[in-house]
């Protein structure tokens, strides 16, 4: 009993420091986990100041997230995304990528693809506001009608 407890003592100091250094992991390719940790990431960006989103998917070959007919939340103020190379897939249903909606973000690392309208939306109220874009890759390679 004493090692259980000791074993669970150490995973919620795990999940501590990981809160407390304002890191939030993506860590499967399901759509529906990449929105969970985005809402996750705005939260702790709220309450911490700032918070990174990084993508730390086990295995070989591309990561691709195939994005459904939602979307993805919006990026909030002081969110940093560490893409690591993923993918993001818009699959041609889906009109943004990313939608930076606050200040002071930093995007890289990311491919983005097949969406729409554009990959990385950027609100009037954010373009002035310290937005760092850097070191990904944007396409549009969807051929539907």
Known sequence: ????????????????????????????????HLVSKINEVNALATSNGSATLSFNIPGTGPKTFDIGIGGLPNIKSNVS?????????????????????????TIEGLNIMNFTEVGIWISSSSSSNNINIRNNTIRYIYGGS
């Open 81 to 105: 995304i560490d893409g690591n190379g993923a993918i993001l897939n818009g699959q041609g249903i889906v009109d943004y990528g990313l939608k930076l909606v606050g200040s002071s973000n």
């Open 1 to 32: 009993m004493n090692r259980l407890r000791s074993k669970l003592s150490y995973l919620l100091l795990l999940l501590s420091v990981s809160f407390l250094n304002g890191q939030i992991e993506v860590t499967s390719l399901n759509y529906s």
